[in-house]
């Protein structure tokens, strides 16, 4: 791995920012180091014209522990692609994958989720502190990578400040769908002017129950008509009765009640330092992750092409089945795949106040990590994926210059990205990046104006075939009003322009992560988009409202492309360019409906649509695209008591793309309540959860495999969460 430039860029920062750093003693509860801390965007302590939301540490308890998706999955504008519960990213305003960059304290996780729905992001939900969330293009700040969005989790192993005390947390939970139980510790603590922080976490659970069969109607209706129509072909003289008894007998064998291969195993933990002064800090955290978790759905990938042996061996899987051969019980059609992933990662990070000049806060970050993932198959090695990456960051915030206040930042990248095995779609590739960017803001009256511009050179070099290079800017140009007393209303536009990655570029193989054979284009430009967006928002401390309305319009927007054609059982794909609108709108509110003493109760609703089309003849529908949904929330919240209710209803997709089936609406019904106790010196919260207690047939239609896969069924969670 090339490790030299990063190297000697972290040494050099460390050496500097220390020096610097410890240049007075430390000032007991200073409220400098804060300003030190840079968020998901480096205006955001003065408010965005960019739409966003932060989830903090009380939000997060209430939200699904499975994985990143699933754990902001609910936010308006906000949904899952989920493979299970082992795998799901978050996909915002319809767009997903290599459009969405989810990061780990401001640099990018460094794992391959981006390159298939079956990969798991390697950040897991139980050690995260808080989510910060920037809905629409955040090019400007992170590269092609976030033409959609970014979600940040901050976890808080890298200290900024020493604790007065040693303090920490516990948390155990258990539910009863799967047998899952969840464990964690972290500790914070320090002396002087160093701090330190450990944590370690572990996540056990079988494979979960479903309220019906794994299959959609949909997929098991096309499944049987695709047998008829091929037993017809070659018993065209046959008994139609006997026909009709073959069909029941197969879908006997049907995973019902169950989803097979749904299971997981994940365990890691953290270690990190800081030292500490009065103007800034420096730090180091090491983290590493195993995780263990099954593929379901994948095994219809691989047996699909087979429908037409099925009938032909019958009497031979009989024959030996009665004979107690093991031989087919090893089969990838009778045992999903499981991945077993291991990450290592080295995290740097360094914040000084005041470096020189007229500029105020310089941040430096790097992240180092060594990933590697087998899919194992039927007791066998199949398919290695590695990924040796890492990403580096400066931002030095100025001073007035002008009339302006802003940031500017310097963003690196390297990555060895290979496939190996007989799934290995796509060649090994690697890709280097250099970024520069700028943003600011200044006031015109009671106006705020924000604005920014970025360039990025970005350089795939794939062991096969021909290197390709991308130059991209990114612009943006946003207005912050406000209106009547406790309204404000914002709107910004942008251009922003993204790179195709590797798997875009080059794959041609099949991929049965995504049951299709995925056939690259080395000719595909960059993707270019137009975004507008608005945003009203108003309240008070008993209520507030919030709604934002966007319309992009892309040029050359890359996708892939069903033909219709086979290859080798598996559907073709070809990866594609043409233009697309994506118009959308989200809005929430809450309200206080009922306060007495230190005891209130609070209703809450959301809304969010989006209606993505391509500038194609026929049909202009993409594949993926969430469905219209609409939530609503009561809770009650007091000192020692806090109780919600949750239901969200997702309306039915039938604006499908070619060769897709559409969805069933659903419901997902949710309810917690919580009882908190004060010990001495602790804080003790104890809980009993329900998710989807309708025990609805939910099929997000954002997963590629929804009609194979379908979320768990109802789910009773109780846990207890112990601070000190």
Same mark, same amino acid.
């Given at each position: 791995m090339k490790l030299i430039q990063p190297v000697i860029w972290a040494a050099a920062s460390w050496l500097a920012i220390a020096t610097l750093a410890e240049e007075t003693p430390i000032e007991e509860n200073s409220d400098i180091i804060e300003e030190v801390i840079v968020k998901a965007h480096p205006l955001s302590q003065d408010?965005?014209?960019?739409?966003?939301?932060?989830?903090?540490? /009380?939000? !997060?308890? *209430?939200? %699904?522990?499975?994985?990143?998706?699933?754990?902001?999955g609910n936010e308006p504008g906000i949904h899952n692609s989920s493979y299970g519960v082992g795998a799901g990213r978050p996909v915002i305003h319809g767009l997903s994958r290599a459009r969405v960059r989810v990061m780990a304290d401001q640099i990018d996780t460094l794992d391959v989720s981006v390159s298939s729905e079956d990969h798991a992001v390697t950040v897991d939900p139980i050690v995260i502190e808080r989510v910060e969330i920037l809905k629409g293009s955040s090019t400007l700040l992170y590269g092609s990578g976030a033409i959609g969005g970014v979600v940040d989790v901050h976890t808080g192993r890298i200290p900024t400040e020493v604790p007065q005390r040693m303090e920490g947390s516990f948390d155990l939970r258990g539910s009863d769908n799967g047998n899952g139980v969840n464990g964690s510790f972290r500790l914070n603590g320090g002396k002087d002017n160093v701090a330190w922080h450990v944590d370690a976490f572990s996540r056990e659970a079988d494979d979960y129950d479903i309220p019906g069969f794994a299959e959609s109607a949909q997929q098991r209706a096309l499944e049987e008509e695709e047998a008829h129509h091929d037993d017809h072909d070659e018993h065209e003289h046959e008994d139609e009765g006997a026909d009709h008894h073959e069909d029941e007998e197969e879908h006997e064998e049907e995973a019902y009640g $169950?989803?097979?291969?749904?299971? !997981?195993?994940?365990?890691?933990?953290?270690?990190?330092?800081?030292?500490?002064?009065?103007?800034?800090?420096? &730090? !180091?955290?090491?983290? /590493? !992750?195993?995780?263990?978790?099954?593929?379901?759905?994948?095994?219809?990938?691989?047996?699909?092409?087979?429908?037409?042996?099925?009938?032909?061996?019958?009497?031979?899987?009989?024959?030996?089945?009665? $004979?107690?051969?093991?031989?087919?019980?090893?089969?990838?059609?009778e045992s999903p795949p499981v991945v077993d992933l291991s990450q290592t990662r080295v995290d740097l990070e360094a914040g000084l106040v005041d470096p020189f000049g007229t500029f105020e806060n310089l941040t430096l970050r790097l992240g180092v990590n060594d990933y590697e993932h087998a899919e194992n198959e039927a007791g066998e090695v199949g398919t290695i994926f590695t990924n040796d990456a890492w990403e580096a960051r400066a931002e030095l915030a100025h001073g007035l210059v002008g009339s302006w206040r802003g940031t500017f930042g310097l963003q690196f990248g390297d990555r060895e990205f290979s496939?190996?095995?007989?799934?290995?779609? %796509?060649?090994?590739?690697?890709?280097?990046? *250099? &970024?520069?960017?700028?943003?600011?803001?200044?006031?015109?009256?009671? *106006?705020?104006?924000?604005?920014?511009?970025?360039?990025?050179?970005?350089?795939? /070099?794939?062991?096969?075939?021909?290197?390709?290079?991308?130059n991209g800017v990114s612009a943006s140009l946003g207005l912050i009003a406000p209106f009547a007393e406790g309204w404000s209303g914002t709107i910004i536009a942008d251009f922003s322009s993204r790179a195709p990655v590797g798997e875009e570029l080059f794959s041609d193989s099949p991929h049965p992560g995504t049951g299709v054979f995925e056939i690259g284009d080395p000719e595909l430009g960059h993707e270019k988009a137009r975004n507008l967006a608005a945003t009203l928002s108003g309240g008070t401390e008993d209520w507030s409202l919030r709604g934002t309305f966007y319309y992009t319009l892309f040029a050359d927007f890359i996708y892939q492309a069903a033909t219709g054609e086979e290859i080798d059982g598996f559907a073709v794909h070809r990866y594609s360019q043409a233009d697309a609108t994506f118009p959308g709108f989200e809005m929430e509110g809450r309200a206080t409906v009922a306060e007495w003493g230190s005891r209130r109760l609070e209703l809450g609703a959301f809304f969010d649509t989006v209606s993505p089309k391509l500038d194609v003849s026929g049909n202009d529908n993409l594949p993926l695209i969430p469905p219209d949904r609409i939530g609503l929330t009561v809770e009650f919240i007091s000192d020692r008591l806090r109780a919600n209710v949750d239901y969200v209803r997702a309306s039915d997709q039938y604006d499908v793309a070619d060769f897709e089936l559409p969805s069933d609406s659903y419901a997902d019904l949710r309810a917690r309540i919580a009882w908190r106790f004060r010990p001495a010196n602790r804080t003790v919260d104890v809980f009993v959860a329900g998710r989807n207690l309708t025990d609805d047939e939910q099929r997000l239609h954002t997963s590629v495999v929804k009609d194979l896969a379908p979320q768990p069924g109802r789910t009773i969670e109780a846990g207890m969460r112990v601070r000190f």
């Open positions: 408010g965005l014209a960019q739409s966003s939301d932060v989830l903090d540490a /009380n939000e !997060l308890e *209430i939200e %699904t522990m499975d994985n990143v998706g699933a754990l902001v $169950h989803l097979p291969g749904s299971g !997981l195993e994940v365990r890691g933990g953290s270690v990190g330092f800081s030292v500490v002064g009065d103007r800034g800090f420096v &730090g !180091l955290s090491v983290s /590493n !992750l195993g995780s263990e978790y099954g593929i379901p759905g994948h095994s219809h990938a691989h047996g699909h092409h087979d429908h037409e042996d099925e009938h032909d061996h019958d009497e031979e899987e009989h024959y030996e089945d009665d $004979h107690g051969d093991e031989e087919h019980h090893d089969d990838k059609m496939v190996a095995g007989e799934e290995a779609f %796509t060649p090994p590739v690697d890709t280097s990046s *250099i &970024g520069f960017f700028w943003a600011g803001e200044r006031p015109i009256g009671e *106006i705020g104006l924000e604005a920014g511009f970025r360039y990025d050179r970005v350089k795939h /070099n794939p062991a096969a075939g021909q290197s390709r290079g991308f």
